[in-house]
């Protein structure tokens, strides 16, 4: 396991150097001396399309590294799943990512940012307390999880209008192409807003479905004259 001292200032940068291989840098401001002090000197080898992370130390390998109470920027490429009536421009921006620590687990393929997180993509904003990524053994990403209090997000559509959803936990599964929103879930779009303790959409056809049988939840709307 990699720690760093409190109120070490870090910075972590993604970048593309081959179709299939990036690497990343930890990049010190100020001289760090820790029990282990050569522990810094890692070059790790990030082979994704995505964001998984799969750090090597210099002469030894940890399967849980973590980055405590540091301020780190990630800026990566790729296509963030939540492109739901986004800005078509959107997906081609670079993602970056802020959060109070950043945790990799290499044995269960997940990678773990907790703490104030912030992702940005184009017009895309996301806030949570926790964001966590899963991963395949081809290291694709299959899930992506969100908690906060709310996790919230924001994004524009090709019309500039807005989009907000909020909700306890988010959840959005690759596979299925379907952002679940659950707790005290809500979503506004043109002045339309959708409120129940689960809300289902899907990414691929636009469809949005509130509600559960399996519960007592009652969905409310507010529909804007002239829309259905």
């Known amino acids: 396991m990699q720690t760093f001292k409190k109120g070490t200032p870090i910075k972590c940068y993604f970048s593309r150097l081959r179709r299939r291989h990036r690497f990343l840098l930890l990049q010190n401001r100020h ?9 810094l000197k890692q070059f790790a080898l990030i082979a994704m399309d995505g964001m998984y992370a799969s750090f090597a130390g210099a002469k030894a390998c940890h399967k849980i590294i973590r980055i405590n109470r540091a301020t780190f920027v990630s800026t990566l490429i790729l296509l963030l799943p939540l492109q739901l009536f986004a800005l078509s421009s959107d997906q081609q921006q670079p993602i970056q990512v802020e959060a109070d620590s950043l945790e990799i687990r290499d044995q269960e393929n997940i990678s773990i940012y ?3 997180v912030l992702m940005n993509q184009g017009s895309l904003e ?3 307390e926790q964001l966590t990524l899963h991963f395949d053994d081809q290291k694709e990403i299959i899930l992506m999880e969100m ?3 709310p996790a919230t997000y924001r994004q524009l559509d090709d019309d500039k209008q807005e989009l907000n959803g909020q909700a306890d936990q988010m959840q ?3 596979s299925e192409s379907i952002l679940v ?7 506004i779009y043109k002045g339309n807003k959708i409120e129940s303790n689960i ?3 899907s990414t691929d056809n636009q469809g949005i479905q509130a509600g ?3 519960t007592d939840d009652r969905v409310k709307m507010l529909i804007q004259p002239g829309q259905k």
Do not use: D
């Open 199 to 201: 809300i289902r959409i």
């Open 212 to 214: 559960s049988s399996e």
């Open 172 to 174: 959005y599964r690759q």
């Open 114 to 116: 907790t703490g104030n």
């Open 181 to 187: 929103m659950t707790g005290n879930a809500r979503f």
């Open 31 to 39: 001289t760090v001396r820790p029990v282990h002090k050569h522990r």
């Open 126 to 128: 996301i806030s949570c």
């Open 147 to 149: 908690t906060g209090a």
